[in-house]
Nanobody
């Protein structure tokens, strides 16, 4: 069974940066596309980015495009890092990583994720 764990959340001031990490068991990152998602209080879950298994390309949702980057994939450590820059109050949410299928359509993620990890809370203070 695939196990995922997101970490790196915390409280950061608006305009600041944060690095999130997603650790996976087994060969999850080799077998599936990797997605990051977030859910703000009272809002629906939103896809943030998708790292394609087929070619390693990262696709970013319009809401974070230009402010988020996937730093590296450490295959030996089975950890994926995402750096979020220029954080805004509206970035406040619980962030999750997941593996499965995902793609970008009209600036939004379409996805069918098979395994989800527990989230990490990011709070952006203004």
């Amino acid at each position: 069974e695939v196990q995922l764990q997101a970490s790196g959340g915390g409280v950061v001031q608006a305009g600041g940066s944060l690095r999130l990490s997603c650790a996976a068991s087994g060969s999850a990152f080799e077998n599936y596309s990797i997605g990051w998602f977030r859910q703000a209080p009272g809002k629906e879950r939103e896809g943030v980015l998708c790292i394609s298994r087929s070619d390693g390309t990262t696709y970013y949702a319009d809401s974070v495009k230009g402010r988020a980057t996937t730093i590296s994939t450490h295959n030996g450590e089975n950890v994926v890092y995402v750096r979020m820059n220029s954080l805004k109050a509206e970035d406040t949410a619980v962030y999750y990583c997941a593996v499965g299928q995902c793609t970008l359509v009209a600036g939004h993620l379409n996805y069918d994720m098979y395994y989800w990890g527990k989230g990490t809370l990011v709070t952006v203070s203004s």
